[in-house]
C-alpha cells in the first residue's frame, strides 16, 4: 500500500548547469529542512540505470521532478520508469519571475541562487502538502 505521506523529489542532474545546482539544493532544503517527514530524494542517474530500488520507490510514491533547464530530463526519465510523475517543476520557470535571482556558477550559486533555490523549495513544499491532501482525501472519500 502507497504512503499517502512520502513523495520522492527527484532534481535532474544539471550537470554544467548552474540552475542545476539551485534545483539539487531546492531538493535538499526540502527533504532535510522543510518536510522531512513528507519526503525522500534519490538519484535520477540511479533512475536512469535502472537500479530496482529507485524504480520501486517511482513506482510507489508520488513523485515531484525538478528539471534544471527546459529539456526536463528528470520528468522525463521519471516517465520512462513509469513512475507516478505528481508534478513536474522547472528552475527556468521560477528563475523568469525573478529574474534578479540568477545563480553564479554550478560551484557556487551564490546568494541570490540560494535565494531562488529557497524559494523554489517553499514552492516544492507546498505542493508536498498539497499532494498528501489530495491523496488523503481521496483516501477518504
Known amino acids: 500500500m502507497e504512503s499517502v ?18 534545483g539539487r539544493a ?4 526540502v527533504v532535510e529542512k522543510l518536510r522531512p517527514a513528507n519526503s525522500k530524494t534519490l538519484c535520477l542517474a540511479l ?4 537500479d530496482k530500488e529507485a524504480l520501486n520507490m517511482v513506482h510507489q510514491h508520488p513523485c515531484i521532478t525538478i528539471d534544471g533547464c527546459p529539456l526536463e530530463c528528470a520528468r522525463k526519465n521519471v516517465e520512462l520508469a513509469g513512475g507516478r510523475l505528481a508534478c513536474g517543476m522547472k528552475v527556468t520557470d521560477v528563475y523568469k519571475d ?9 560551484l557556487d550559486i ?7 533555490a529557497r524559494l523554489l523549495a517553499e514552492m516544492v513544499a507546498r505542493e508536498v502538502d498539497d499532494i498528501i491532501a489530495k491523496r488523503g482525501a481521496e483516501k477518504n472519500g
Open 47 to 50: 533512475l536512469v540505470k535502472g
Open 5 to 22: 505521506r512520502e513523495i520522492i523529489i527527484i532534481p535532474c542532474s544539471g550537470i554544467g548547469k548552474p540552475t542545476g545546482t539551485v
Open 110 to 116: 551564490g546568494e541570490p541562487g540560494r535565494k531562488l
Open 26 to 29: 531546492a531538493t535538499y532544503e
Open 98 to 106: 525573478h529574474k534578479e535571482l540568477k545563480p553564479e556558477t554550478v
